[in-house]
């Protein structure tokens, strides 16, 4: 098994960065695929981006496309989010996951979660 921590998340103006970090401990992370997903008050979870486990293929979802970028440091135990151009909308809290298998972007289908960070884009 493998355990998830994220940080990295605030409150930042719109326009602003950020930077998300998720700690991997237990087995080892190059084993798995991770993303990362948001969920909005009243909404559902939803991914935003993946990355696969060697941290090459990566996926953004359409609204995030240009200004995120998902990594992974399998060395470091460590995946990132990058986050730029921040809008009011991407508002949320930010979890990570990890998964094996074949890639997919639902939220039932990753294993492993992290408790989630806040991200907060003022207008």
């Known amino acids: 098994q493998v355990q998830l921590l994220e940080s990295g998340g605030g409150l930042v103006q719109a326009g602003g960065s950020l930077r998300l970090s998720c700690a991997a401990s237990?087995?080892?992370?190059?084993?798995?695929?991770m993303a990362w997903f948001r969920q909005a008050p009243g909404k559902e979870r939803e991914i935003v981006a993946r990355?696969?486990?060697?941290?090459?293929?990566?996926y953004y979802t359409d609204s995030v496309k240009g200004r995120f970028t998902i990594s992974k440091d399998n060395a470091k135990n460590t995946g990132y989010l990058q986050m730029n151009s921040l809008k009011p909308e991407d508002t949320a809290v930010y979890y990570c996951?990890?998964?094996?298998?074949?890639?997919?972007?639902?939220?039932?289908?990753?294993?492993?979660w992290g408790r989630g960070t806040q991200v907060t884009v003022s207008s």
């Open positions: 996951a990890a998964q094996t298998g074949s890639p997919t972007y639902t939220a039932g289908s990753y294993q492993y």
């Open positions: 237990g087995r080892t992370f190059s084993y798995y695929a």
């Open positions: 990355a696969s486990a060697g941290g090459v293929a990566t």
